[in-house]
């Protein structure tokens, strides 16, 4: 067995949502909402402070004990509430830690202590972009690259405003755009070839989608080999999947896959080859023969710098700083 915390990476609407409450249902494994602690504090540790002084603690602190609400993840959000009134989370946060990695580590040891589990994960797709700041936090640590074919990609994030909450819908229905939204998954997809390279072959897995809701049992039994825990059947019962394919729906259920064919536009489809064909090639998706109206997509290729500023906008308050952001994922796309 290992301690050794858990990573699921890769771009959202990939099974980075089912895979964690795959995980979740293993006894010893706690896998809450998405904490964003390497985007959203780590990457400001030049303007949050250095640990060690006082007034840059509290200010980190203050910042962690709100991170699932301000990521909308309402249920892990209220469940850090109820902590921090029933049992004042500040001075256990505060007391004995000196570093980033320290109140890391606390607040998740609280979390698996009210849990009654043993060790933690994480599933915060965009901590692809992070793998060299959590290596050096946890050398290690294992990750779950969730990978899923661009074209059904793109139809799950364009309808994934369906399953969010009524505050997220309009800034959801913000970020899509066809060439956009296959530039990030170039960039998420072109990491990989990279962290195949920086993390040991024995603590890394790349899960497709397709797979993992196919052939469940198995891909399951792979993660823990990876993960290093024991299998249990009880892992594969989990009630829901984040899926706006098929919301309402319980289970681990296949009908979303090659769904782009008959729902998402073929311009969209197109413009999603075009730019991520190589990427799916290298992660052993098919190409295919699409036919399109070559004016509606010029129409969406002039558009998209617009779109661009837009979902960039709408985003301000759920991504790290604007440089660093920007210039992981185009250091990535040059890479």
Excluded at 1 to 6: F, N, Y
Excluded at 102 to 128: C, H, S, V
Excluded at 183 to 204: D, H, T, V, Y
């Amino acid at each position: 067995m290992s301690d050794s915390p858990i990573f699921i990476v890769g771009t959202p609407r990939s099974g980075t949502t089912l895979t964690a409450q795959i995980l979740d249902r293993h006894p010893r494994i706690m896998m809450p909402g998405e904490n964003h602690f390497f985007e959203d504090i780590y990457a400001r540790r030049k303007e949050l402070g250095d640990p060690t002084d006082p007034a840059a603690k509290e200010r980190i602190i203050q910042r962690l004990l709100t991170i699932y609400g301000r990521y909308n993840q309402p249920a892990d959000q209220e469940r850090v509430d109820a902590l921090l009134e029933e049992h004042d989370l500040f001075p256990q946060l505060n007391s004995g830690t000196s570093s980033y990695k320290d109140i890391l580590d606390r607040f998740m040891e609280i979390q698996l202590k009210q849990a009654k589990k043993t060790r933690w994960g994480n599933n915060a797709p965009k901590d692809l972009f992070h793998v060299e700041e959590i290596l050096a936090f946890y050398p290690e640590a294992k990750f779950l690259i969730c990978v899923r074919d661009v074209r059904d990609f793109l139809l799950s994030y364009k309808d994934r405003w369906k399953v969010t909450t009524q505050a997220h819908k309009d800034r959801l229905k913000r970020l899509y755009h066809p060439v956009l939204t296959s530039l990030l998954w170039k960039a998420s997809m072109k990491r990989i070839p990279k962290l195949e390279q920086q993390i040991p072959r024995k603590n890394l897995m790349i899960v497709r989608y397709e797979d993992l809701v196919t052939d469940t049992e198995q891909v399951v039994r792979n993660i823990c080999e990876v993960v290093g825990e024991d299998f249990l059947p009880e892992m594969l019962n989990v009630q829901t999947h984040n899926s706006s394919d098929g919301a309402g729906r319980k289970g681990i259920f296949s009908s979303s896959i090659g769904k782009w064919r008959d729902k998402l536009p073929a311009e969209e489809a197109a413009i999603a080859q075009w730019i991520g064909g190589n990427e799916l090639m290298y992660l052993g998706y098919r190409l295919e023969s699409i036919e399109i109206n070559r004016m509606v997509m010029a129409k969406a290729i002039v558009q998209f710098p617009a779109a661009a500023v837009r979902a960039f906008k709408a985003n301000a308050a759920n991504r790290g700083p604007l440089l660093q952001y920007l210039s992981k994922r185009l250091t990535a796309m040059l890479g």
